[in-house]
């Protein structure tokens, strides 16, 4: 979510001003502006730490598969595992994409 910078807020305040606006009245919106303004960052870092965090247990407990080692296998499921090189990569990637989800969040 893109913040409130303060060209919005004087643009608030100069509106209020136009309009004849109580001072008493433009301090309570600009103070719930930043209220909802705060509420919604702080919303918006515990998703995307909830996000990071179900990422990080999804691949955590996967173990070779007996039968074939090539293989990982958590419960259910069986994956092919890369090779050390490719993870490397993998993970170079992933940590890119989680830093590109940020900052597009942040441009909301």
Known sequence: ???WN???YVLVVFAAFALHVSVEATVFAVAACALSDAIDRYRLKKALA????????DEEG???DADD???EAKGEFTRYRLPIE????IRRISGLMF???RC?????
């Open 50 to 57: 909830k996000f990071a965090d179900q990422v990080s247990e």
């Open 69 to 71: 080692p090539d293989c």
């Open 86 to 89: 490719h993870q490397h990569i």
């Open 104 to 108: 597009f969040t942040e441009l909301l």
């Open 1 to 3: 979510m893109k913040s």
């Open 99 to 101: 830093v590109s989800l």
């Open 62 to 64: 996967w173990e070779t």
């Open 6 to 8: 303060l060209k919005t």
